[in-house]
């Protein structure tokens, strides 16, 4: 197994992992644990194998905890990223770059923000809110890195929004986050449906000219919180 690629888990003791099957192996004498944080080190590291990529997973999520690897294929390879790093090539192909992914997610969170206004579908009598609340959506869902549903490509760019509207409405016009949810499979849907519903009736009240009073509504409080927020 040493001279294979493989994904692994967390090991009882020092220098140790688990693999998919149950199996502890310790790693090689002369392999090292190369902490996450390059990702070109990584990958390169990697396509040059054998390595051990060791995960850790909390809840839901899968946490990296580096990669065992051959000491000297690492340092061959930081060798060669070093020099490459080092040509003024490599730092105009750089910025090129950041520039060309900044300018594609420039387009991306405009077409998101105008993909939330179609779905809110508010009366031009709240136009102003519309824009508002698509505003304050987007901002949140839109950063790189964010994890939210609006960095996902598995699914149209119009349920992205709607998902995203909705996630937001139930952190910030509802109690979810104070909530105490009984650890039971599926509570904790069941819980989001029944506030999602919520949400839909709260959006609706917008879809017509039919008054509805700033005072008690939370959308607008949720906003107005925003606003002050974002003033501080």
């Known amino acids: 197994m040493p001279n294979q690629n493989l994904t692994v888990a967390v090991g009882p003791s020092e ?8 199996k502890i192996l310790t790693a090689p004498a002369d392999w090292i644990l190369l902490p996450p944080g ?14 051990w990529s060791v995960q850790e997973k909390r809840g839901r999520k899968i946490f990296s905890r580096g990669m065992w ?30 520039a060309r992914r900044e300018k594609k997610h420039g387009e991306y969170v405009e077409d998101f923000r105008g993909a939330v206004l179609q779905f809110l579908g508010f009366s031009s009598y709240y136009s102003a809110l519309a824009e508002k609340l698509a505003t304050a959506v987007t901002a949140h869902a839109t950063p790189v890195g964010s994890g939210t549903v609006a960095r996902t490509e598995r699914i149209p ?4 929004a709607e998902a ?3 996630a ?12 105490k ?26 879809r017509s000219d039919f008054p509805v009073n700033p005072d008690t509504c939370p959308l607008r409080t949720a906003l107005n919180k925003a606003a002050a927020e974002v003033i501080k």
């Open 15 to 22: 220098r140790t992992v688990v693999t998919a099957e149950g």
């Open 38 to 51: 390059d990702a070109a080190l990584t990958r390169r590291v990697k396509l040059a194998g054998p390595t």
């Open 69 to 98: 690897c051959p000491a000297a294929t690492v340092e061959q390879i930081r060798a060669d990223l070093a020099a490459e790093r080092a040509d003024p090539a490599h730092a105009k192909k750089k910025a090129a770059d950041a």
């Open 157 to 160: 760019i119009e349920q992205r």
């Open 164 to 166: 995203a509207v909705i």
């Open 168 to 179: 937001w409405l139930r952190h910030q016009t509802t109690a979810y986050d104070e909530m």
């Open 181 to 206: 949810i009984a650890r039971i499979k599926g509570e904790r849907r069941e819980v989001r449906r029944e506030l999602a519903e919520q949400s839909r009736k709260l959006l609706n009240q917008y």
